[in-house]
């Protein structure tokens, strides 16, 4: 029989994506047919047909998995609403707050074919889609559907989140995956932690560590949100950032500092011409220039010759890290670097198998 779950999360960008391909991938090479969808649509290109009809909603989450997965179109399920200030305006003024009729072509939509699992990623947090009748608690129930959850782990005090979701989804919840944990304190989570929350019945499948590159960056996504300026290396965009480095200090602290950075975005002064070639000289993989002045021509020479873009930007240095840490972490899985990592890590710290038991899916 076909079988229907949902991941979902208490908090955005807590590592969902990531656990669906993971989870896909595993259950493809079982030999099972996988399809997925987002009820509740984030981010997406619309397909409208020659009359200008919306034909299809999928969002763009769904396409980069399927695209990774070498789903075909059949198996990619569109949205039943996109999730924007538009449609939330309307949906207010209408005083609508059910899935309403589209709620029930997307359940018959669902493959019911044998060995078929439909994958469904859910909202951000357990309050997101409420206002569309497509809430995770909603889903879970809408659908009769178990529900896996990705969660963000800083400390112990994460573990409310868990407890309210414990309380929305009751015996929908099959169980927790933490995500992001310190690698220095997983064995302490594993040996304390989860024993614990097992007796606060919360079942937990797996503890993956921080990761760097799933919290990374492209220059291209800096690019757009800093609505910066690409002086050279306009190719190199798709460049990985990982870690940020302000150069306000002497030219021998920062060259000191730089060393024990990788895959740095360096943000600096225009007119700090002795930071900039230090920096060029470290694992940089774009250098951002603040204030009034442009760079020296040595300076656009050298980075061209490393192949480090060189970005300008209209707006001060203080301002410009802050665009730039609110991206850390905030970004969509939509590198195939990304994805190749993910699947690793997923199979490395989660039991797949017990999952799949809980879910009633043969592995």
């Known amino acids: 029989m076909s079988k229907t779950f949902l991941i979902g999360s208490c908090e955005p960008f807590s590592g969902k994506s990531a656990l669906v391909l993971g989870i896909a991938r595993k259950l493809i090479a079982s030999n099972h047919l996988v399809r997925f969808g987002k009820p509740l649509a984030t981010s997406l290109e619309l397909n409208v047909s020659e009359a200008g009809d919306i034909k299809d909603m999928i969002d763009d989450d769904v396409r980069f998995v399927g695209e990774t997965l070498k789903l075909s179109v059949h198996d990619l399920i569109p949205s039943i609403q996109f999730l924007a200030a538009s449609t939330a305006s309307k949906r207010i003024q209408s005083n609508i ?11 018959s939509s669902l493959d019911s074919s044998n060995n ?24 879970a129930k809408g659908l009769n559907a178990k529900v896996l959850l990705a969660h963000f782990w800083q400390d112990s005090r994460s573990v409310e989140a868990l407890l309210d979701a414990k309380n929305q989804l009751g015996d929908h919840l099959s169980g927790v995956v933490l995500n992001a944990v310190n ?10 932690v989860v024993p614990s929350l097992k007796s606060l019945g919360l079942e937990i499948f797996g503890v993956m560590p921080r990761s760097p590159l799933l919290r990374s960056v492209t220059v291209e996504e800096l690019v757009r949100r800093l609505n910066a300026r690409v002086i050279c290396c306009s190719e190199r965009l798709e460049l990985m950032v990982e870690t940020l480095s302000i ?16 895959n740095m975005a360096v943000v600096t002064g225009a007119d700090r011409t002795d930071i900039q070639l230090a920096a060029l000289e470290a694992s940089t993989q774009c250098l951002i220039l603040t204030g009034a002045g442009e760079p020296l021509p040595q300076l656009i020479n050298r980075s061209e010759e490393l192949e480090v873009p060189l970005l ?5 240095t203080l301002s410009t890290v802050e665009v730039i840490e609110q991206a850390f972490g905030h970004v969509r899985l939509h590198e195939t670097v990304k994805a190749t990592y993910a699947f690793r890590l997923v199979q490395e710290h989660c039991d797949l198998d017990r999952i799949f038991k809980t879910l009633g899916i043969s592995s």
């Open 116 to 139: 078929v699992v439909n994958i469904l990623e859910a909202a951000g947090s357990l309050h997101e889609g409420l206002l569309y009748g497509l809430s995770l608690s909603q889903l």
């Open 247 to 262: 150069g306000a200090m002497s030219v021998n602290s920062a060259m000191e500092f730089f060393r024990r950075r990788r």
């Open 312 to 316: 300008k930007v209209d707006r001060d």
């Open 183 to 192: 690698p220095d304190q997983i064995r302490e989570i594993k040996e304390n």
């Open 97 to 107: 707050l059910d899935a309403g009729i589209g709620f029930d072509e997307f359940k």
